[in-house]
T-cell receptor, first 113, second 113 residues
Framework: NAGVTQTPKFRVLKTGQSMTLLCAQD?????MYWYRQDPGMGLRLIHY???????AKGEVPDGYNVSRLKKQNFLLGLESAAPSQTSVYFC????????????FGPGTRLTVT | AQSVTQPDIHITVSEGASLELRCNYS??????LFWYVQSPGQGLQLLLK??????LVQGIKGFEAEFKRSQSSFNLRKPSVHWSDAAEYFC???????????FGAGTQVVVTP
């Protein structure tokens, strides 16, 4: 039981490049989330999903897209990376409404130059 | 505007001493309240949560938190700190039960011998 895994762990992009971050969970959780963590700002919600095939915007969705084609996977895409997207990205999952513990992945450190 | 405030950015405490971390929130109704801990280079782990009922909640690793409605606070405490408690601590709020957490900026705890 690996819990929540994130791929890759580190990545360096040039401005304008695109990439996809993969989050996978093996706990059969319904809800999944993407956060970004920046110094002095805590974590901020980018997008979330309450089930396979559904996605919704969080607090800071601009510049990101997401997809949840399979229940166990939640992908975060950057179509045209900007230096402001340099951050540590965390994925989390939970069983759903009524069960509120979120289980977090180890994070992906992304640098955009 | 809804907000979560952790007034202390950094706290230094001696091993064996008590620890209290402050958290204040600004929401129209009492939200769901959480404390998470993040060890260096790791994801976040849930310490404890408050939904309703007894205002003193117990968590893992010997932590407890007290909800005070009149002060809109949810402070975290530990009677005797261990060196392994050195980490960053985040207070978080879910205002609508969908798990869309809003985090405080975090408090870095340093434990000295």
């Amino acid at each position: 039981n690996a819990g929540v895994t994130q791929t890759p762990k580190f990545r360096v992009l040039k401005t304008g490049q695109s990439m996809t971050l993969l989050c996978a969970q093996d706990m059969n959780h319904e809800y999944m989330y993407w956060y970004r963590q920046d110094p002095g700002m805590g974590l901020r919600l980018i997008h979330y999903s309450v089930g396979e095939g559904t996605t919704a915007k969080g607090e800071v969705p601009d510049g990101y897209n997401v997809s949840r084609l399979k229940k166990q996977n939640f992908l975060l895409g950057l179509e045209s990376a900007a230096p402001s997207q340099t951050s540590v990205y965390f994925c989390a999952s939970s069983r759903g409404q009524g069960s509120y513990e979120q289980y977090f992945g180890p994070g992906t450190r992304l640098t955009v130059t | 505007a809804q907000s979560v405030t952790q007034p202390d950015i950094h706290i230094t405490v001696s091993e064996g001493a008590s620890l209290e971390l402050r958290c204040n929130y600004s929401y129209g109704a009492t939200p769901y309240l959480f404390w998470y801990v993040q060890s260096p280079g790791q994801g976040l782990q849930l310490l404890l949560k408050y939904f309703s009922g007894d205002t003193l909640v117990q968590g893992i690793k010997g932590f407890e938190a007290e909800f005070k409605r009149s002060q809109s606070s949810f402070n975290l405490r530990k009677p005797s700190v261990h060196w392994s408690d050195a980490a960053e601590y985040f207070c978080a709020v879910d205002s609508d039960s969908w798990g869309k957490l809003q985090f405080g900026a975090g408090t870095q705890v340093v434990v000295t011998p």
